[in-house]
């Protein structure tokens, strides 16, 4: 069974720094790429990040580059998040995916429960 688990997530100030941590397990990621989303209260879930496979090619979502770096450890099965100057509008619950379709745009076949972040002013 495929398992993608969050975690890292809390509160933190405006300006401050999170860094997420998504741990993959039930099967070789090989090849797949990964992907960090975030869905803020009545509101649709966003893409953030994603990284290829030979982590040689990333993306992020406009507002979100310069400040957060996608990296992963594929020995480890491990992809992060690192969030710096955060600010009250990234508040969301942050959600990792994995997919085998070399494009950030997906689909993702496998998606993990999530972890809350929430910046304060």
């Known amino acids: 069974q495929v398992q993608l688990v969050e975690s890292g997530g809390g509160s933190v100030q405006a300006g401050g720094s999170l860094r997420l941590s998504c741990a993959a397990s039930g099967r070789t990621f090989s090849g797949w790429t990964m992907g960090w989303f975030r869905q803020a209260p009545g509101k649709e879930r966003k893409l953030v990040a994603v990284i290829n496979w030979s982590a040689g090619n990333t993306y992020y979502a406009d507002s979100m580059r310069g400040r957060f770096t996608i990296s992963r450890d594929n020995a480890k099965n491990m992809v992060y998040l690192q969030m710096n100057s955060l600010k009250p509008e990234d508040t969301a619950v942050y959600y990792c995916?994995?997919?085998?379709?070399?494009?950030?745009?997906?689909?993702?076949?496998?998606w993990g429960q999530g972890t809350q972040v929430t910046v304060s002013s």
């Open positions: 995916a994995g997919g085998s379709s070399p494009s950030h745009a997906g689909p993702y076949d496998y």
